[in-house]
């Protein structure tokens, strides 16, 4: 699994090859990342040259590479929004980071090599209280779930919420934050696994809290749950159908927090007309990343680090591939069931 952090002296890089994934046509990631050598740039005024450690594969770096966004992605690409690396060489006019300093480098894809050339600003210092692995996960996820609760969701008991999509690594981090903050939450699952998986996760969250979409009077239950009035807010990452139908019980004046397609399907293009007292949210974190200043999010992230480390915001690993094995963690992340993320081991 995670090995030690020890980087490479800078000069035994110089000029030589390091491994980088490719992708050179959109389509399935199992299928089209390819591995490839090449030799780094060094960095010019304002970079530093990461040795990167591990990276994490997340939904949001398959979206392109299937071409979901062929009109603004540019071929070749080397994936990847998110992982750990230790500056290994900084360029001109760059203060505050020198080599040996852990950092995540944000703001751009290129996680998935094994080293990152990219803007000094971009490199968030990771503090000594956080494994690679943990510093691995800690920013998309558990910076996304941070903001949409403390944007969107009153903490107590007077707010009712719903998440679905609650055995997936950012719905498990959401059910934990609003049951800490006091909110009255329902966690919707897909299959009884789902089920196992919060119990052990948040032992804490009432049984009568977890609701398995493939059960009949599964909706029964919520209506239980949250009264005749409805849920006053829903986090939904999965969308199509069972967003619409989340959108439609929840209470008058409520919010629906889109996030994540994982149905493959878009909330139905009318849903404003259908209830225009809803207040309906499209929350991307890169919006949001790019929208604030750098020390906004050095800030932002000192918060996210913290909640990974108090476990709130924690991920579980179910395994770590080296480079070369891409493939098969690629098919491995999309087999249904995984306990947990993929990293991809970059030294
Ligand atoms: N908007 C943003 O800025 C933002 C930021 C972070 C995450 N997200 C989104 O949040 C979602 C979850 O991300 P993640 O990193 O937590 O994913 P993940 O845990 O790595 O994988 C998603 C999990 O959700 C389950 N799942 C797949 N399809 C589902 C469906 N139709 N209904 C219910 N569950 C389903 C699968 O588990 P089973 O096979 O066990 O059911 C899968 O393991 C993704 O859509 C992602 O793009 C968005």
Redesign the pocket.
Known sequence: MCRSASPPCSREREDSTVLRTIVRRFGRAAEVVETEEYVPPAPTAGQVRVGMLLA?????DL?PIAGAYASRTSLPMVPGFEGVGVVEQVGAGVVGLAPGRRVLPLGSAGAWQQVKTTDAAWCVPVPDWLTDEQAACAY??P???HRMVQAHVPPGEGTTVVV??????????LVRMLNQAGNRVVA????P??RE?LASVVPELEQEAVLC?ADAGWRTRLRERTGPRGHDVVLD??G?S?GAELAALLAPQGTLVH??????EPLPADLRTRRPDVNLI???????VHAVDREQLGLAMHGAFRLVADGVAATAVAAVHDLPDVRRALEA?A????????LLSLR
């Open positions: 994490s594969v997340n939904p949001s979206v998309i996820n910076l996304t779930a679905d999509a609650a055995a997936s690594a950012i719905g498990l981090m919707l699952v897909r299959h696994r789902g998986q979409t990452a999965v199509g069972l996030y994540g397609l994982l149905s493959g499209l929350f991307r974190l890169r919006d949001w992340d087999a249904r069931g995984r306990a947990g993320k993929i």
